[in-house]
């Protein structure tokens, strides 16, 4: 009886490696298109993620995908215009995609999740303590209208994606939405 659980173990980790082998990621020319295309294909296995160094062709974003969905993602793009420069197979471990968000949590018990560049932090009840990092035009704009509120408490239509119109806008509304889900858990 003893032995059962490894071989459990080895076949879930044979699983595992072998869903990895089956992404792929698509490049775009664009943060614009890559963002465009996410809303498209919201019916797919995709993410958004930052593409190796190797491989990034102008874009800091790329989309990783499931490749069984590879056929059905061609058609939707191709319906809505939108043309990848290239869908590349991620057999290779060197070309894994770099995650774009990352938390910390600080000794006053504070988290800061950021994505890209764009930062947000919030105390363990969910008040926004800070938003930081970006230059783009809009990110005085959204850290106004957002320090000091309850991210439980913001309402559709004014999250960082609503309010503003950038890249950094985009990248802090994925840091938003984490920290929206850390907070919900705790």
């Known amino acids: 009886m003893g032995f059962l659980p490894s071989i459990f173990k080895k076949v879930k980790k044979k699983d595992d490696d072998e869903k990895k082998d089956h992404k792929g990621l698509i490049i775009f020319r664009s943060v614009k298109e890559t963002i465009g295309?996410?809303?498209i294909l919201k019916?797919?296995?995709?993410?958004?993620?930052a593409p190796p160094p190797e491989i990034r062709e102008g874009c800091d974003l790329a989309l990783e995908y499931d490749m069984v969905e590879e056929i059905g993602i061609k058609r939707?793009?191709?319906?809505n215009n939108l043309k990848p420069l290239k869908f590349i197979p991620l057999s290779d471990p060197s070309l894994r995609p770099l995650e774009l968000i990352k938390v910390k949590e600080f000794n006053d018990g504070s988290i800061m999740v950021r994505c890209g560049n764009m930062k947000i932090t919030v105390d363990?009840?969910?008040n926004i303590l800070n938003i930081s990092g970006g230059g783009c035009p809009d990110v005085p704009y959204?850290?106004?209208?957002?320090k000091g509120r309850n991210i439980l408490e913001i309402p559709e239509g004014e999250t960082p994606k609503e309010l503003?119109?950038?890249l950094c806008a985009y990248t802090l509304n994925k840091s938003f939405e984490e920290a929206k889900k850390i907070i919900k858990d705790i």
């Open 37 to 39: 295309a996410e809303k």
């Open 43 to 49: 019916g797919y296995s995709i993410r958004v993620v």
């Open 76 to 79: 939707e793009l191709e319906r």
């Open 124 to 126: 363990r009840k969910g």
């Open 142 to 146: 959204l850290t106004l209208k957002l």
């Open 164 to 166: 503003g119109y950038t």
